[in-house]
């Protein structure tokens, strides 16, 4: 089994819809992110989460939001889907010294599209 | 102008061939550089980090770190057909989680 887990891996969604991804790990880290890709933009930090009760905001956290049920579970939730949140999404854990080292272990990705 | 830039490639080399992948990076106070590898419908994978300047050797790669250029480069010796992948670069301030990523180069490898 993956490490790091993301259901669902695949989903199509309409305009407005409450869509939700979400993301274990059995890595036993404390810090857990979500990542987005886009063909010719590279990986974006959406949110980051360094224990359960801390959340964080990364660069493009607008129109999305998540919730950290456990230390093995982040989950990323879109209220109110749009087509331009049509994506790859990744989540991605670490230990604290792979936050200085980059070294991040990455779900296989969940691919979104939104019509 | 982006923070860490990369060529999308594609770059077509014969199989056993020197493949050399780059990225240029604006930020001088960038102290890791990373190399992460991802085949497709896959998520990215760590090859290897690099702290400040200098080389670092993993098998048949290198990585390298020139920072009076703000330039990076990973070389892949006698390339195989499973180096076929998008290579992704990254860099961080040091004690910061917030990696930079470049938009990734595409590398296939032709037997």
């Known amino acids: 089994d993956a490490d790091v887990t993301q259901t669902p891996r695949n989903r199509i969604t309409k305009t407005g819809k409450r869509i939700m991804l979400e993301c274990s790990q059995t890595k036993g880290h404390d810090r857990m992110y979500w990542y987005r890709q886009d063909p010719g933009l590279g990986l974006r930090l959406i949110y980051y989460?360094?224990?359960?009760?801390?959340?964080n905001k990364g660069e493009i956290s607008d129109g999305y939001s998540v919730s950290r049920q456990a230390q093995a579970k982040f989950s990323l939730s879109l209220e109110s889907a749009i087509p331009n949140q049509t994506a790859l999404y990744f989540c991605a854990t670490s230990d604290p010294i792979g936050t200085s080292t980059g070294e991040l272990f990455f779900g296989e990705g969940s691919r979104l599209t939104v019509l | 102008q982006k923070e860490v830039e990369q060529d999308p490639g594609p770059l077509s080399v014969p199989e056993g061939a020197i493949v050399s992948l780059n990225c240029t990076y604006s930020n001088s106070a960038f102290q890791y550089f990373m190399w992460y590898r991802q085949y497709s419908r896959k998520g990215p994978e760590l090859l290897m980090y690099?702290?400040?300047?200098g080389n670092k050797e993993d098998g048949r790669f290198t990585a390298q770190v020139d920072k009076s250029s703000k330039y990076i480069s990973l070389f892949i010796r006698d390339s195989q057909p499973s180096d076929s992948a998008t290579y992704l670069c990254a860099m961080n301030l040091g004690s910061s989680y917030k990696l930079i990523f470049g938009s990734g180069t595409r590398l296939l490898v032709r037997p």
């Open positions: 989460s360094f224990d359960v009760k801390d959340i």
């Open positions: 690099t702290y400040s300047s």
